[in-house]
Structure formats: structure tokens, C-alpha cells
């Protein structure tokens, strides 16, 4: 049950740090703050590469949290409870995988959505990841866990 | 012409925006976009074989959008790096018409070829190919760039921020930036953004009104056709057959919205005109957005991947505790 929970913190963990490393690569930035320049970092600058991971890291993250949640839900939901910091980040998380979702299906051929939902779907996806990065910094500083 | 947006109103504008999405309009209307009956894209076809490279369409193009042309501001303001922020700018370099640049969506690319024999000259109109699926509205971090439902894809000059993003991800390199426009003036010009991308946007504004492109209007010889996509493929497989010709932009980049059709193999047009810069080239494109396309489908199964791990791991401790 122990090594069950590592592993789920480990690919959490390494989800989370690929996710949010692709995610603001998809902005022209790492290429002009010589980012990119340092060895083997290259990839940061080549957009169709950061996409592409973008995408395998959303559809790790989102079986995780399926099987995270399913877990709860028949297994734990009488052991552990969610604590404040852990419904703010769940709602957090839950919101970035629905703006991202929306995304990808935006992104297929023959799909098209409203300009204005276009820009509201990107800066509330960056806004929430923002919050993520917030809300992750502040449960490890402060050693709040998300479950009691 | 771009409007001005001050940093506080963006921000507003931004948080206003994010706070509301989950809650009412950007998923509302992200569903409507989804279930509205679609509109068939407009498809432009070129003949090449027509084609007398007069120019008038570029003379066209250049007077119909003049008032969307940049006005930067100068000096421009510093931006760093400086090493790594290119100043682009066009503005003193408006009559140039042989490349495309912010001031010249449209040009003649010259080839010769051999045609039964015989050394003929060809002209062929280059500009935006209108992607089926474009990267460059698709890739836009910022959503400045937009696709309609009748095909044409267009940058939006109020909101790019000139990181040319789109020229990167474009497979022809189409769009040209601008610097010392737009809104990176108003927000933080030393360290983020570096004016506007322009490029053709098939004269949305004439679409609107049931007008025709500029371009296609002004051709003396009647390049170009417009019209729904089903109609204008059967148009250019006919002329092709006709013609013993080729096709280009059908199938580049997973479908474009512009047909070319040549009395002579692209391959050998392609070896022929003069590539680089502004000088987009023909060959062969793959889609771009295939991988992720690919992904997309991948991704419906993850929360299945998920729930069968969950209840697998339910099996396995019930069976434990027996």
C-alpha cells in the first residue's frame, strides 16, 4: 500500500514537472532567454516537440486522476478526508484538465470554436496552472497535505 | 490599423475573462461552437497555366488591406536580450513586392520549365495557404490567431504579440513580423513580444459583405475561383485531367484551402523558383498537426486506463483479504 503511494507521488511528480515545463514552452520564451542554448535543452525551443509532450504528459495526468479518484471513491473515501488546501488544489487540477481538454479538441481539424473562447480557454489555462504551481509550492512549504 | 489596449484594461479584461470560463461563457460557447451545423470552407483555386504574372493582384491586395498595414511607432523601444530580439521592420520598405513582408501578403514567384518540349515561363501567385487545420491559429499561445468556418485563417493585430510562433510552426513560413505596433507596446515592450505577425487574411472583411477577394477580382486573366470545397476539387481535378497537369495544396500539410494546378510537376516548379525569406517553397508537407491529432484519440482512453487500474487494484486487495 506504501510503495503504491510513492509510485503514485513519483509519476505525479514527474507528470506535474513535464507538464508545466511543455506547457510554457508552448510561449516563445525559452528560445529568447537562452534557455534553450544551455546542452540538451534544445528541445525546449522546437514547439511541435513541447506539444507532443504536452500531450502524453495530459493523458498520464489524466489517467492518474481517474485512478486516483476512482481509488477514493471505493477504497479510501472512509479513511482518508480531503483537506482545505486539497479541495482548493483538486479544483485547480480539475479545471486545468476541462481548459485542456477543450484545447485539444480545439486543436482538431474541422473544429472550430469562437474566437473569444479561444482567448478565455488560454489565459485560463495559464491562469490555473499559475494557481497550480501556487497552491503545489505552498502545500510543500508549508507541509500542508492535500488528505488527512 | 491597431487599436490601442492599455496594460491595466488587459489585465482586467484577462482576470475578468479567466474568472468567469469555467462558470458560463467559454464552455457554453465552446459546446454551441461544437454542435452549430458547419459551413462548407471556400476554396480558392489557381490556374496556373493563366497566369501572365501582370501583378495586378498584388497592386490589389496592397490597396484593398492598406488600412491594416502597421504604423509602428518609432524609435522602437529596446528589447532584450538584444541579441536574441530581432528588430524587423518593414515600414521604410513598403514597395518591395518581389517577397512577402508586413506591407505585401501576396507575390509572384517566377519559374521556367519544360513543357513538351518546349522551355516555358510560369507565374505563380504565392501567399497564406489557408490550412484546413492550420498550425498557426492552432499553435497561437495567445489565441491572436483565428480560423472561420468558411476556411480563411487570419492574426488578429489588436492581440498578436509578434513572438512569431506562427511563422516557426507555419510549414511555407508565411507570416511576416512587424516591429513597433501592437499590444507588447502596452504591456512590457523590454522583455516580452516584438510587434505583429502579418499575413493574408483572403480579405475576410470583402467575405463579409459577399465580396470576392481583392486579388481575385483585379486578375485580368481569371486565375483564381472561389467557392465551396466539394466544388472547387471536382473544378481541379477536371483542369488537371484536362491539362494532363498536378495538384498542390490539396493534400500539403493534411489540406489547404488554396489548389493550385500546373501544367508541370510541382517537384519541378519547387526546383525552379526562388526559395527563402518571405519566398515560400513547394514541396511536398506533411501534416503538421497529425501527432497530435493522433494523441487527441489516445487521450480518450487515459481516464479508461485510469478506472481499470482503480478496479484492478480493487480486485487484487479484495482478493488479498480473502
Known sequence: MKTTGKTRKYIYTITLFFITLSGFAQMPIFKRYYIADIPGFGWLAQFYVTHIMHYIAAIVLIALVTYILIDFMFNRSRLIKITRTGYLGILVLAGLIVTGVLMVFKNLSNIYFGHTTIIVLDLTHLSLCMMLLFVSFYSVIRKKSWVI | ????????????????????????????????????????????????????????????????????????????????????????????????????????????????????????????????????????????????????????????????????????????????????????????????????????????????????????????????????????????????????????????NGGTNTIYVSPVPFEELNKSIEKGKGKPHLNKVKDMMADGTNLAKAMILAPIAGVAAAFGKFYLSSKEDK
Not at chain 2, 203 to 230: F, H, M, W
Open chain 2, 1 to 252: 490599423m491597431t487599436s490601442k489596449i492599455s496594460r491595466r484594461a488587459f489585465l482586467k479584461g484577462s482576470i475578468t475573462a479567466a474568472g468567469s470560463v469555467v462558470a458560463t461563457t467559454g464552455i457554453a460557447r465552446a459546446a454551441k461552437s461544437i454542435t452549430r451545423e458547419k459551413q462548407e470552407p471556400l476554396v480558392t483555386l489557381l490556374d496556373i497555366s493563366k497566369c501572365i504574372g501582370c501583378e495586378e493582384c498584388v497592386f490589389a491586395c496592397q490597396q484593398a488591406n492598406a488600412d491594416k498595414y502597421p504604423e509602428p511607432e518609432k524609435p522602437f523601444p529596446k528589447m532584450y536580450p538584444t541579441s536574441k530580439v530581432p528588430v524587423e521592420d518593414w515600414s521604410d520598405k513598403k514597395d518591395v513586392i518581389d517577397r512577402l513582408t508586413p506591407y505585401n501578403w501576396l507575390f509572384i514567384q517566377h519559374a521556367s520549365a519544360i513543357v513538351n518540349g518546349e522551355q516555358i515561363d510560369l507565374t505563380i501567385p504565392r501567399r497564406c495557404m489557408h490550412c484546413d487545420n492550420p498550425p498557426c491559429v492552432k499553435l497561437c499561445p495567445w489565441g491572436s490567431a483565428k480560423q472561420e468556418e468558411n476556411g480563411l485563417s487570419r492574426i488578429d493585430p489588436d492581440l498578436c504579440l509578434g513572438g512569431s510562433k506562427c511563422k516557426t510552426v507555419c510549414p511555407w513560413k508565411i507570416p511576416e513580423r512587424q516591429t513597433g505596433t501592437g499590444l507588447y507596446l502596452n504591456l512590457l515592450p523590454a522583455f516580452a513580444g516584438n510587434g505583429v505577425m502579418y499575413k493574408c487574411d483572403r480579405c475576410y472583411n470583402r467575405l463579409e459583405k459577399g465580396e470576392v477577394p481583392a486579388c481575385i477580382e483585379a486578375c485580368p486573366e481569371d486565375v483564381q475561383t472561389i467557392g465551396p470545397r466539394s466544388e472547387i476539387l471536382k473544378k481541379a481535378h477536371a483542369l488537371a485531367r484536362e491539362m494532363n497537369g498536378y495538384i498542390y495544396g490539396e493534400n500539403e
